[in-house]
């Protein structure tokens, strides 16, 4: 029976390693790998559900057996928050276990690079070898075939995952199912018989136009009616617990709103607490908005600035490696001053993940830090390499030295001293207890001096507080072949006053603000209000009706699944 949960054993080379291997593998793919009940069992078998797993719900389970053990094409939906990453995340899984013994069968892909990175995927154009906005067919065959592990995918892949397809142009879903067809010799089966597995919400973001054109989304085209054979709509919110919030979200969702719904929506343009000292993230339209609005914010914060340069690197002709590396989310130049609020860009855990708010304390070399663990506890890593950071030196006590195994660097757990921002190994005042001394403050200063002093970043977790040091990270951008074209190694975080509704698409912020003045595109509302967690947390600027409108063609659409699904009941 194959199972979604993953305990790779490690080659043991010593005790240290022999340690490590007795504990459960916490890497991103554990992460990836979400602690889910089973869902490829029979379905009169009782789901096993451990303490610290998450169970998928009986719609969530139902998908995942269509998709993994009867192998059906399948497109799944549902509102913001109802578990569509989480699932896929979990499909994902067992689909790999599945497929084990054939590389490239399963083929991870997303309509944006933002919504790849999440699910550790590839953009459905580098994937497919695909040139953006080109359709001819015979072209685009020649150039893939000079491709060769592009060409190779095209042939091996067994499942076909798309993430976030409401930014999907209809037109390349044809010219996907037209060159499946074609280069896998299989004219006779829709898509090559590549099986399909595509999520996402047509009520979010649409595919991008240019000039103000009408937006053609995958559902209208001809492939879409051919090679879906079974929708999904999940119905569960997760995200938001409090019904009357999701009652709102969804009236919104289907562009009605009622009298009583726009008096609560206008009733939320009150300024949010900042209890926890963070502000609410504002969410905008525009990337340069977003930098402004960051920009002033640092100016009134009086501390030095710590900047951090990019380590860039990559084979790509300078131009285009440069027009690779601005559309990374991690920038050229992080400048970052203490009480700066940012947000973490990589998935690390659970509780830390891209999205994470949280507070910069200072910036402190990693060995000051490794003295400072609150607690012996081996922290959870990125799959990404390490970027840059100093490996701390061996001779420490147990919980030190696996603090500095983190793969990426990354210190957890740090114990600040009184004043709530120094690491407790640098505060002369402070004796921990419990735990093996320390190493003196003169010392630990003495070995910070070669060290690059990294941000300490309290974060806000759904679990609570959590005191990180964050190294940089590595962040990557290849061709179709695999070849490197341009690296990035910063550190993986990004001012967090404001972000783009672009960038929000697939998160949980646990404070937002949006000004419905600046919203100019369908979806953007939605995507933008449906990311708080709870109306406290939700601040609303400026609401208009007409702002939160979802685009006729979607709302005629998502009728019929529903007339079809009422019929079929
Ligand atoms: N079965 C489940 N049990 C408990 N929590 C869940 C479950 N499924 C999802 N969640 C949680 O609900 C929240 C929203 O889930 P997720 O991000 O997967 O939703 P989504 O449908 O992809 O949302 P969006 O469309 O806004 O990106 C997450 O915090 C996730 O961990």
Not at 225 to 239: A, D, G, S, Y
Request: glycine share 6%; charged share 25%.
């Amino acid at each position: 029976m194959p199972s979604a949960t993953t305990t790779k054993k490690r080659k043991s080379t010593g005790t240290a390693d022999e340690r490590a291997a007795k504990q459960p593998r916490q890497t991103l793919e554990a992460f990836f790998t979400p602690k889910v009940v089973v869902a490829c069992a029979p379905k009169d078998e009782p789901e096993k559900v451990t303490r610290e797993r998450v169970a998928l719900n009986a719609e969530q389970n139902k998908v995942l057996r269509m998709v993994v053990d009867e192998g059906k094409n399948v497109f799944f939906t549902g509102s913001a928050g109802t578990g569509k990453s989480l699932l896929l995340r979990a499909i994902i899984s067992a689909l790999r276990k599945k497929h084990a013994k054939k590389a490239d069968a399963v083929s991870v892909t997303a309509s944006t690079g933002i919504a790849s990175l999440n699910i550790g995927g590839t953009t459905i154009h580098a994937w497919g070898a695909i040139t953006p906005g080109m359709h001819d067919i015979d072209k685009l065959i020649s150039y893939i075939k000079t491709c060769k592990p592009a060409h190779k995918r095209w042939k091996a892949t067994q499942v076909l995952i798309i993430d976030e397809v409401s930014m999907v142009d209809g037109q390349l879903f044809d010219t996907l199912a037209k060159l499946a067809v074609e280069l896998r010799k299989k004219t006779n089966r829709p898509f090559g018989g590549i099986q399909l597995v595509v999520t996402g919400d047509f009520f979010q973001l649409p595919p991008v136009t240019r000039g103000g054109k009408e937006p053609f989304f995958a559902f209208q085209s001809t492939a879409w009616k051919q090679c879906i054979e079974h929708t999904v709509t999940l119905t569960q919110v997760f995200r938001q617990k409090d019904t009357t919030f999701v009652d709102l979200l969804n009236e919104m969702r289907r562009g009605e709103i009622s009298p009583e719904a726009r008096k609560t929506f206008v009733g939320l343009s009150r300024p949010l607490p900042q209890d926890d000292g963070l502000q609410p993230t504002e969410l905008f339209p525009l990337r340069m908005e977003v930098d402004r609005a960051n920009a002033a914010r640092m100016a009134a914060l009086t501390g030095p600035p710590c900047t951090y340069e990019a380590r860039d690197s990559g084979a790509a002709p300078a131009e285009k490696r440069a027009k690779l590396l601005d559309a990374m989310v991690a920038t050229r130049v992080l400048q970052l001053k203490a009480d700066a609020q940012v947000m973490l860009v990589k998935n690390v855990d659970e509780s830390l993940v891209n999205g994470s708010v949280g507070r910069v304390l200072g910036f402190f070399a990693t060995s000051a830090c490794v003295a400072s663990v609150a607690a012996p506890v081996l922290p959870e890593a990125s799959p990404t390499k390490p970027g840059g950071s100093k490996p701390a030196s061996s001779a420490k006590p147990k919980s030190q030295q696996d603090v500095s195994k983190a793969p990426n660097g990354f210190v957890r757990n740090v114990q600040v001293g009184p004043d709530g921002r120094t690491p407790v190994a640098l505060c002369p005042e402070t004796v921990k207890e419990n735990t093996t001394p320390p190493p003196s403050p003169s010392k630990a200063k003495a070995r910070a001096k070669d060290e690059e002093l990294l941000p300490l970043v309290e974060f806000s977790t759904p679990q609570g507080k959590e005191i990180v040091l964050i190294a940089r990270d590595e962040f990557r951008s290849e061709d179709s072949e695999g070849k490197l074209l341009a690296r990035r190694v910063q550190i993986p975080l990004v001012l967090a006053w404001a972000m783009s509704i672009h960038k929000s698409q697939g998160q949980t912020i646990q404070k937002v603000k949006v000004d419905l003045g600046r919203v100019f595109e369908k979806g953007q509302s939605y995507v933008a209000l449906s990311r708080a967690a709870t109306m406290e947390g939700l601040q609303v600027l400026r609401f208009d009706a007409k702002k939160v409108m979802a685009h006729p063609k979607v709302i005629e659409w998502a009728k019929t699944l529903e007339q079809t699904s009422t019929a079929s009941a």
